[in-house]
């Protein structure tokens, strides 16, 4: 097929991208127009075509060009395999949008497939803004496997769990993780290890074909501290100790390498694999995750990376 002429191709990219400001980021289209500094009848048009153009379902269906750049710069940089970016919204403080709708679609396009295959996830605000954004399907012949217990301090099951939201919207089978995410004692963390319920769940998330988790600060934002899984003094001994970012409960330094001993002896999570073999994508794009993504692409702690230009950018830099 014939390549569009530059002058196309750049129309379908301002196409794309007033699109996703108006169909994801949920701006009006008085907001489009200052945002790409164009009349709000340009705006207008900009978002008509990306319909009519089929740029616009629910999701992105347009390779932004400096999208397309900066996931090949961050290959080369991080030499990941899997690497998506999508457009950012300059004003909106989500952390979760376009982020969390890309990383569902990477999961679906897997999902396809009639080979059975094991998905392993963690929890936390992304895996759950990723699942909810799952399109229905039927795919018995797929599990989803936890990677991360489901069980809150105080005994109640985790506002975060994706697994079970995933299976339930893809009628495939489940194994979640009755734990906590961080035992309260080195020993309690090896008795509840040995149940043979938890030992299958763990042997099948080792197996996963693909895995999906989110990406954790270290300090007084991270959510370990934030949901009550460790307390004031042990994330300041975390950050004492270099500790710049956690994936699944397992915190690690600026470089990648795993923290040794702290919080880190009681973790109930599978543990990571250094480097990671199969597919283990990292979805985060909080700025306040900057040192724990670039650390876990540091340490080969994940392959794959769903981020949006400004993580992307910061990454780069």
């Given at each position: ?117 094991i998905v392993a ?41 994706a697994v079970s ?81 956690e994936i699944i ?69």
């Amino acid at each position: 097929m014939a390549r569009k002429p530059d002058s196309e191709a750049d129309r379908l990219d301002d196409a794309a991208r007033a699109g996703w400001l108006y169909y994801i980021a949920g701006n009006t289209q008085d907001e489009i127009a200052r945002k790409l500094g164009v009349s709000r009848q340009t705006a207008q048009r900009l978002v008509s075509l990306s319909v009519s153009a089929k740029l616009i379902k629910v999701r992105l269906d347009h390779p932004i060009s400096h999208c397309l750049e900066l996931s090949e710069r961050l290959k080369a940089a991080y030499a990941v395999d899997i690497c998506e970016i999508v457009p950012s919204d300059p004003e909106s403080d989500s952390t979760t949008i376009g982020v969390a709708e890309a990383a569902a679609a990477e999961l679906e396009r897997h999902l396809e497939s009639q080979h059975p295959l094991i998905v392993a996830m963690g929890t936390g605000q992304m895996m759950r803004a990723m699942a909810e954004q799952m399109t229905p399907m039927d795919c018995p012949q797929h599990k989803v496997v936890s990677l991360v217990g489901n069980i809150a301090p105080d005994g109640s099951a985790t506002q975060f769990d994706a697994v079970s939201r995933v299976a339930d919207a893809v009628k495939a089978s489940h194994y979640p993780m009755p734990l906590p995410v961080i035992a309260t004692t080195a020993n309690e963390r090896a008795l509840l290890l040995a149940q043979q319920p938890l030992r299958n769940v763990t042997d099948l998330a080792r197996q996963a074909d693909i895995t999906f988790v989110g990406i954790g600060s270290i300090g007084e934002d991270a959510p370990l501290l934030r949901d009550g899984f460790v307390k004031h003094d042990e994330m300041r001994a975390l950050v004492k100790a270099g500790a710049g970012g956690e994936i699944i409960g397992w915190s690690y330094d600026g470089d990648g390498g795993l923290i040794e001993g702290l919080t880190n002896d009681r973790v109930l999570s599978v543990p990571l694999n250094q480097p990671a073999v199969k597919p283990v994508i990292g979805v985060a794009m909080a700025p306040s995750r900057l040192r724990a993504i670039r650390g876990a692409l540091r340490g080969k702690l994940i392959n794959g990376l769903i981020t949006n230009e400004a993580m992307a950018e910061r990454l780069l830099k």
